[in-house]
């Protein structure tokens, strides 16, 4: 599980990390898709899978199944921009975000990091509105690796 852990994180960081050095904060962590040269646009689903499928192994719960399979139709769904695929992809996104928060209040019982989570919406908004759900959706990944590791260690 451990080493679930380490990949999935080194998924994350390595995903994020270099579209935020590359091109610099995107509108959406979703939005890097279109940022990248079309033939890395694979990367993206890679990155959704390669940090959804060890979370739904770790996390071992229906919450974490839901969080995680919304992540996973995010990058199934990755042409946010067509008009038949937006519908999806926003719906599994915000169920990865919901459900990821409910498991951190119902299975995690870390409900403050969810409090936290919430209280940052606003405040991001008003702070940094071009980019506010880019740094939304990294602080959403970020409460379910706080989550996991917990679990873990």
Known sequence: MISLFIVMCFVFIGYVGSIWIIYGPQQSISESYYTLPRKWNFLFTLFTWGFAFPAIIIGDSTYMFIAGSGIIFVGVAAQMHDK???VVHLFTAFTGII???VALIFQY?????TVLYAVSIPILYF???KYWIW????????????????TLF
């Open 127 to 129: 702070m940094i509105r």
């Open 109 to 113: 019982d870390m409900w403050y990091i």
């Open 135 to 150: 740094y939304i959706e990294i602080l959403a990944f970020l409460s379910i690796c706080i989550a996991l590791a917990y």
């Open 84 to 86: 038949a695929v937006r």
């Open 99 to 101: 459900f990821s928060q």
